[in-house]
């Protein structure tokens, strides 16, 4: 079974610390995706990756920056944590896009800024 | 951009039917529909091609209307185990960003 692994289930955060949300998948998956979820904002994409080391912005990127320097790790960094970046994040991987291949989740991190 | 789900909230009986609706701005390539349960990860219940092909799973079927940029989710007889979030995912064609909609919570009650 392919296995998406966020490095940690619950994290609590000053405001002004940086944050580094790890995320490692076992199956060889080109594309990775960062989501952060809200009430009644559904999964909204931050970051995603096609390739080691390429990076692009999804639709909510201000504040956050990412790193794939492997192919199965993919790293989300808060730069300095504000509170209104608390929320759930995913992470999840894929085979190639173009041929209607579907998203794995990790199991998310909850995290929380004071 | 992101797509629209309706309805946002649903709360059902045990054997009654329910409808989730998507819908985009832009052209669907095809449309992904996943389920979340609590505190679980979103997990993938089937796919929907260009051509109006419909899928199913279990008793979850789906239809897709490229034209009108539209998906509909069809659960018949709900089950208790139906309960959960649903999402609607595509990928904005050839850019490999893939994106959610907006969820619709399912409760089912017995």
């Known amino acids: 079974d392919v296995k998406v692994t966020q490095s940690s289930r619950y994290l609590v955060k000053r405001t002004g610390e940086k944050v580094f949300l790890e995320c490692v998948q076992d199956?060889?998956?080109?594309?990775m995706f960062w989501y952060r979820q809200d009430p009644g904002l559904g999964l909204r994409l931050i970051y995603f990756?096609?390739?080691?080391?390429?990076?692009e912005k999804g639709d909510i990127p201000e504040g956050y920056s990412v790193s794939r320097e492997k192919k199965e790790r993919f790293s989300l960094i808060l730069e300095s944590a504000s509170t209104n970046q608390t929320s759930m994040y995913l992470c999840?991987?894929?085979?190639?896009?173009?041929?209607?291949?579907?998203?794995?989740f990790g199991s998310g991190t909850q995290l929380s800024v004071l | 951009q992101q797509p629209v789900q309706s309805p946002q909230a649903v709360i059902l009986r045990e054997g009654e039917d329910a409808v989730i609706n998507c819908s985009s701005s832009?052209?669907?390539?095809?449309v992904h529909w996943y389920r979340q349960k609590h505190g679980e990860a979103p997990v993938f219940l089937m796919i929907?091609?260009?051509?109006?092909e419909q899928k199913g799973h279990e008793k979850i079927s789906a239809s897709f209307n490229e034209k009108k940029q539209q998906s509909s989710l069809y659960l018949t007889a709900s089950q208790l185990s139906y309960s959960g979030t649903y999402f609607c995912?595509?990928?904005?064609?050839?850019?490999?960003?893939?994106?959610f909609g907006t969820g619709t919570r399912l409760k089912v009650l017995a």
């Open positions: 999840a991987s894929s085979w190639a896009l173009e041929k209607d291949e579907k998203l794995f």
């Open positions: 199956m060889d998956h080109e594309n």
């Open positions: 990756s096609y390739d080691v080391k390429m990076k």
């Open positions: 832009k052209a669907l390539y095809s």
């Open positions: 929907l091609l260009k051509g109006g």
């Open positions: 995912g595509t990928e904005a064609s050839g850019t490999y960003k893939y994106i």
